[in-house]
């Protein structure tokens, strides 16, 4: 099993920046895909980015694309969302999440492990 904490979240005005970090633990980091979702008040939770084992594939959702970026340091068993050009509808709050496979998904129910989601608040 893999265990992921979520930090980096907070309030920040639209146009600004945050950086999302999620660390792991437990089994070896680089045999889990990684991505981020988000889930809004009375919204269902929504696929933001994936990334694959090696770093070198990434996903993102059309929403974000260009705007955020994912990456992983296998190293210091974390995967990172940074977050750029911040809209009032990125506010949500952002989790983390692990399947252990080779491949990016942007499927809710095909990763296995999550964490407990930090809050991320853009203000206009």
């Known amino acids: 099993q893999v265990q992921l904490v979520e930090s980096g979240g907070g309030l920040v005005q639209a146009g600004g920046s945050l950086k999302l970090s999620c660390a792991a633990s437990?089994?070896?980091?680089?045999?889990?895909?990684m991505a981020w979702f988000r889930q809004a008040p009375g919204k269902e939770r929504q696929f933001v980015a994936a990334?694959?084992?090696?770093?070198?594939?990434?996903l993102y959702a059309a929403s974000v694309k260009g705007r955020f970026a994912i990456s992983r340091d296998n190293a210091k068993n974390t995967v990172y969302l940074q977050m750029n050009s911040l809209k009032p509808e990125d506010t949500a709050v952002y989790y983390c999440a692990a399947r252990e496979d080779s491949s990016v998904s942007t499927i809710t129910r095909v990763y296995d492990y999550w964490g407990q989601g930090t809050q991320a608040t853009v203000s206009a």
């Open positions: 437990g089994r070896t980091f680089s045999s889990y895909s």
């Open positions: 990334i694959n084992r090696s770093g070198g594939t990434t």
